[in-house]
């Protein structure tokens, strides 16, 4: 099996015709289908049903397309990171995040790279739909907030505080933290299920045995911090600070200890660029601790994100 009989065969899958593919790529219309039949012989099963114009997949055809996409994507981003290791400008990676974490945290990364850094093509996704998409090497590398599964390689590259918004006269605006205990008195403004913040809110209400009543819930922090500023409950997030509202970090119970949002980055360890995009998330931790971390004693009180 060739890899060019997998690019005439992915060609007329969507070209729907020999002829119309064969054009497309630029071989004679006898050629191609004598490079698809040696295709069909190779796998031992026909790929296309031939009567009339068209060129009908086969059961056999529509299971054989994705396998074929995938192989011949995969030698694509391997030649194109051997022309680039050369020139590393035009290596490109496909990176994964949800909408808050490449707002937050990817943009300003890219705009900290030097020119000659790997292309990022940056694409969003729901916080639960990042590691599939890795699984299913439509990502190079994803970063999220929801734990990797230990099937991939991973990297924890920050964690973010949790912070509960007011607004200017709410009676805890003048303090810096507050209690899981004090927060479950709170009607809240809390985040979807997805998002890091909520998880670990209900991990710290569940281990202080409390429960919590709900004003609204939304998947987008700034619709829950808009909505703390409007009078209509305390905002859980980590998320900016924004329209006015004051931040106090959680205390959860049992210790002096923050909840805290984690930030990992995860990949495909048989990667063909895994040594770039081992660098590349070198660099993204290094970034995230130098410009999100707080200092120790000293929370940071702008500059948070929401990692999803």
Avoid: C, K
Avoid at 68 to 86: E, F, P, Q, T, Y
Avoid at 226 to 241: F, H, N
């Amino acid at each position: 099996m060739e890899l060019r009989h997998l690019r005439y065969f992915v060609a007329v899958a969507e070209a729907g015709s020999i002829t119309r593919a064969a054009h497309a790529v630029r071989i004679a219309q006898p050629s191609l289908s004598r490079q698809l039949r040696q295709l069909e012989e190779d796998v031992g099963e026909p790929l296309f049903d031939r009567r009339g114009r068209r060129a009908r997949l086969t059961p056999a055809g529509e299971v054989f397309l994705p396998l074929a996409r995938d192989l011949v994507g995969r030698a694509d981003r391997a030649a194109a990171l051997m022309h680039g290791l050369a020139a590393p400008d035009r290596v490109t990676l496909r990176l994964v995040a949800p909408e808050t974490t490449v707002a937050d945290v990817i943009a300003p990364f890219l705009a900290s790279l030097p020119r000659d850094a790997p292309m990022i093509d940056v694409r969003e996704a729901l916080p639960a739909r990042v590691h599939e998409e890795v699984l299913g090497g439509t990502a190079d590398v994803g970063v999220t907030s929801v734990p990797p599964p230990r099937t991939i390689a991973s990297r924890l590259l920050v964690h973010f505080p949790v912070w509960a918004f007011v607004r200017p006269d709410h009676r805890w605006a003048r303090r810096r933290t507050i209690t899981i205990r004090e927060l479950a008195t709170e009607r809240l403004l809390v985040l979807g299920s997805d998002h890091g913040a909520r998880r670990q809110l209900d991990a710290a209400m569940s281990d202080a045995g409390l429960a919590y009543g709900v004003a609204a819930e939304t998947n987008v922090p700034q619709v829950a911090l808009a909505l703390a500023a409007a009078g209509r409950g305390v905002a859980v997030a980590s998320d900016d600070s924004r329209y006015g509202l004051h931040g106090l970090r959680i205390r959860p119970a049992g210790g002096p200890l923050e909840l805290r949002v984690p930030l990992f980055a995860a990949w495909e360890p048989s990667h063909y660029a895994e040594s770039v995009i081992g660098d590349l998330v070198a660099d993204l931790t290094r970034y995230a601790e130098e410009r999100y971390q707080p200092e120790p004693g000293h929370p940071r009180r702008t500059g948070l994100v929401s990692p999803g």
